[in-house]
């Protein structure tokens, strides 16, 4: 893992310990200061230093940046167009230690489209439950069949916004990191952090 990924991997995992830049230090033998730069970017840290903090944080930073990360990226990014949530991750699960890159952006992926699905089981719990009552009230009587056919078809609108909005996220979102821009998923709960 090369800077400045190895940096933010390093300030994330030692976080996630709850341990200070002083106390990774101490643990690291090194000092305060070389552990700031190394987060921040500014150096590329020895391989004495590198094994400790690896050793410290339990999380192997040697490893160098997965082959093909962009490609590998691009799959993970248009996964959520189709919504089918095994396949981020496992992708996610199978490279997520190989490349800090490939765990950030499929714990996004993830979040958005467990986020969606959440969504979209709602919707169709809407309509399981929506569409028979209506057809038991126009067997009753109750109501004029027209209005009943138009609000059928509105039941419907969601899931087509839904299917349209992960489509056009998916999409643009491949093509933004494969150009190597910043990328973004409105809507996302953060469930894998």
């Known amino acids: 893992m090369k800077q400045p990924d190895l ?5 994330e995992l030692r976080k996630e310990k709850g341990f200070t830049q002083e106390q990774l230090a101490e643990f690291c033998e090194v000092t305060p200061r070389t552990i700031q730069r190394i987060e921040s970017g500014e150096v590329e840290p020895r ?3 590198r094994n400790s903090l690896s050793n410290v944080l339990e999380f192997d930073l040697g490893k160098n940046d ?4 962009r490609f590998w990226l691009a799959i993970l990014h248009l996964s959520s167009m189709f919504c089918i949530l095994p396949i981020p991750l496992l992708l996610w699960s199978w490279m997520k230690n190989r490349s800090y890159q490939i765990d950030r952006h499929g714990r996004d992926v993830l979040n958005f489209q467990i986020t969606i699905t959440l969504m979209l089981f709602a919707g169709g719990f809407c309509l399981a439950v929506g569409l028979p009552a209506m057809l038991i009230m126009l067997e009753q009587g109750v ?12 039941s419907l609108v969601p899931m087509l916004v839904i299917g349209i909005f992960i489509t056009y996220q998916g999409a643009v979102n491949t093509l933004r990191v494969l150009s190597e821009k910043p990328y973004h998923y409105p809507l996302s709960i953060k469930f894998v952090k």
């Open 7 to 11: 940096g933010l991997k390093v300030s």
């Open 47 to 49: 391989a004495f230093t």
């Open 66 to 69: 997965v082959e093909n990360e």
């Open 143 to 154: 109501g004029n069949e027209a209005i009943m056919v138009v609000l059928a078809l509105a």
